[in-house]
């Protein structure tokens, strides 16, 4: 007779490590200790879920890898930061259902009713926090991978222009309409040559359908656009000029931030160069050669991700991606080299 299989202790995905050992056997024991008398089954049961959910949550987001290959490093990153955030919640919940009792396991001699209702009821928030982030916030997460990318000051710029050019090309084409549809002896030099209103409209670019609307005076109370129609588009128009100005502000301070490169002295690894690239988002840490295997956990752990392409460790430039680095040379126990010193090399 085939003795059923195994099932897995841990797995990795994304270069992101899950195991049964990430939920503390004590805690999940301690959790049900007092209201089961199968605490260490129940504890078990506990510590098997979650890998099946992380397994679960890990093919959504390598779903979302395989669709965007570029934006893998970001993937890994959510998928790591999801890991420690549904970690959180759960010992949370197991450290709040720890202190809930059944008069049926305690006995009921003394038992404070009162006190374990409140109790109860706090442990049923942390059961609602976890599945509120095991769902709806799980879907966010995955949708951030999916969504289209950030743009930079530039292209942000780039796209406010194109829109200013649609907004006042609108606003011409409304202004040379409401010219044709008023001008009473129009309708009628057009027609000695066989056109119409509505062509002339058309020949503006505007759709045949909406010409012959705007004709109708009780479409909008009047012949043609209507005064507030252009009012709105203008206001539109003065309002994406402003954050163009913005934008070309921004796209000039990141073209010539020039962050330097700052130098570090680590026992482990030696030599660590620390810089900021705004041209591409990035903060990236050099090492003078393989880091160790216990400095490479720390780097993912940090949601740092090694790319080939620039041989360094990075993430995106962020507040929180400069807050991991500096968390990554602390652990490193990096010391600043004198910019003097760095000059003389």
């Known amino acids: 007779m085939t003795q059923p299989a195994e099932k897995p202790s841990h797995f990795e995905s994304l270069g992101v490590r899950f195991a049964l050992t990430d939920v503390s056997l004590e805690l999940a024991r301690r959790a049900y200790l007092m209201t089961s008398f199968s605490s260490e089954q129940r504890a078990d049961s506990t510590r098997a879920g979650y890998l099946a959910h992380m397994q679960e949550a890990a093919a959504l987001f390598e779903d979302a890898a395989r669709q965007f290959p570029d934006r893998k490093d970001r993937a890994a990153d959510m998928l790591l930061a999801y890991k420690f955030g549904y970690l959180s919640r759960l010992n949370h919940f197991l450290s709040s259902r720890a202190e809930c009792a059944s008069w049926f396991i305690v006995g009921p001699s003394k038992f404070p009713n009162h006190r374990q209702q409140k109790k109860w009821a ?45 907004a006042e090309g609108e606003q011409a084409r ?53 005064s507030f129609r252009l009012t709105n588009n203008g206001a539109e128009i003065r309002r994406l000029k402003g954050r163009l100005a913005e934008e070309q502000a921004k796209a000039v301070q990141a073209a010539t931030k020039t962050a330097p490169a700052l130098e570090y002295d680590t026992k482990a690894e030696g030599r660590v160069t620390y810089e900021e690239h705004a041209d591409d988002n990035r903060v990236r840490l050099y090492f003078d050669g393989k880091p160790s295997v216990a400095t490479r956990e720390t780097l993912k752990r940090h949601g740092f991700r090694w790319s080939p392409s620039n041989g360094a460790w990075q993430r995106f430039l962020t507040g929180n991606g400069q807050y991991a680095a500096r968390q990554v040379l602390a652990a490193l126990d990096a010391q600043p080299v004198p910019a003097e010193a760095v000059s003389a090399a």
Request: glycine residues 6%; positive net charge.
């Open 174 to 226: 409304m202004k040379e309409a409401n010219k044709i549809i008023r001008d009473k002896k129009l309708a009628d030099r057009l027609q000695n040559f066989g056109l119409t209103v509505t062509d002339a409209l058309v020949t503006l670019g505007i759709p045949e359908v909406e010409a012959v609307k705007i004709q109708n005076p009780k479409q909008f109370g009047g012949l043609g656009y209507p």
């Open 122 to 166: 706090s442990a049923d928030r942390r059961a609602d926090e976890l599945h509120e982030y095991a769902t709806a916030r799980l879907k966010r997460m995955v949708r951030l991978i999916t969504r289209p990318p950030r743009m930079s000051a530039q292209e942000r710029a780039d796209d406010l222009r194109r829109r200013i050019e649609q």
